[in-house]
């Protein structure tokens, strides 16, 4: 029951109107039994200040940040973590003792949640792309201690750019996706993320296309795990060719929901809510 004592959460970005992160977090947030509500708020990038200035005013008790505020937001905080300097790139804000934002990133822990299962140790991955979310998925690699990882995008400057912000951590192979190359990488390869656009669900983009185009993965063999962290459509195009190969295969769902619990926890000081909550809530939305 909302009251006029209820405090909120919301998700910040443009466009918010396909998100379903509202769906999951108000599933957790009824399940401890918060009076909190959970919504999301299209911002312009010019109003970006205003609305965080402005929220800390009122009773806003934390904040999710999507694109394309999750390197600008920065300026706006006066506590950042560790995990988010390196990703220059935060995604979760709270309000800290001295009422001012706290900010951290929870990509990370959300994308590697689905592999730590998996033995991955000294085994040899491919990331596709070389944007934002390139640079969570290479951090949480490094954390599984594969022992090869290579980038493979179509734009070289970003790529190179990628490679030097990880060059203390780890030696980065770096490649154009035309590059003749990359058909051992991927005969090879026992992991392949997706971390580019293509696939995904919107006006803008085809479905049925797989990212570089169908030549690329011809030597794509059953025994490598495929992971897209595209969740809409579900299964992708990539992940239905995948395992028509024979491969295992990861949608993007248990990175948005694992990450949403690490962001969760952070807003709560430590309360959790098992996986399947947030996970049924969004399944049964769909």
Same mark, same amino acid.
């Given at each position: 029951m909302i009251s006029s004592k209820t405090s909120f959460i919301a998700l910040i970005g443009n466009p918010v109107s396909h998100s379903l992160s509202p769906i999951m977090q108000n599933a957790a947030l009824q399940y401890l039994g918060?009076?909190?509500?959970?919504?999301?708020?299209?911002? +312009?990038?010019e109003d970006l200040e205003l609305v965080l200035n402005s929220l800390k005013k009122i009773n806003c008790k934390g904040l999710n940040i999507t694109i394309p505020h999750k390197e600008k937001v920065f300026n706006l905080c006066s506590e950042i973590s560790p995990i988010a300097n390196k990703l220059k790139a935060i995604n979760t804000l709270k309000i800290n003792s001295e009422n001012e934002w706290s900010g951290t990133n929870t990509d990370v822990e959300g994308f590697i949640y689905p592999l730590k299962t998996l033995n991955l140790t000294k085994k040899e991955s491919i990331v596709l792309g070389s944007g934002g979310?390139?640079?969570?998925?290479?951090?949480?690699?490094?954390?599984?201690?594969?022992s090869k990882i290579?980038?493979?995008?179509? @734009? +070289?400057?970003?790529?190179?750019?990628?490679?030097?912000?990880?060059? @203390?951590?780890?030696?980065?192979? /770096?490649?154009? @996706?035309?590059?003749?190359?990359?058909? @051992?990488? *991927?005969?090879?390869?026992?992991?392949?993320?997706n971390t580019t656009p293509v696939g995904m669900k919107t006006p803008k983009h085809e479905m049925n296309v797989l990212p570089y185009g169908?030549?690329?993965? +011809?030597? &794509?063999?059953?025994?490598? *795990?495929?992971?897209? &962290?595209?969740?809409?459509?579900?299964?992708?195009?990539?992940? +239905?060719?995948?395992?028509?190969? /024979?491969c295992i295969t990861i949608?993007?769902?248990?990175? &948005?929901?694992?990450? /949403?619990?690490?962001?969760?926890s952070f807003w709560t000081n430590g309360l959790e809510v098992p996986f399947h909550i947030m996970n049924d809530a969004i399944k049964n939305y769909l």
């Open positions: 918060l009076d909190l509500i959970y919504i999301a708020i299209p911002c +312009k990038d979310a390139a640079r969570s998925v290479i951090q949480g690699l490094i954390n599984l201690n594969l290579s980038v493979i995008s179509r @734009n +070289k400057s970003s790529v190179d750019e990628l490679i030097k912000n990880f060059e @203390n951590q780890i030696e980065l192979q /770096g490649l154009l @996706n035309n590059d003749i190359e990359t058909q @051992n990488l *991927i005969e090879n390869a026992d992991l392949i993320v169908e030549s690329f993965w +011809k030597s &794509l063999n059953s025994k490598t *795990i495929v992971y897209d &962290l595209i969740y809409n459509p579900a299964p992708t195009h990539l992940l +239905k060719f995948s395992a028509n190969k /024979g949608d993007g769902l248990q990175m &948005l929901v694992a990450q /949403g619990l690490k962001s969760l």
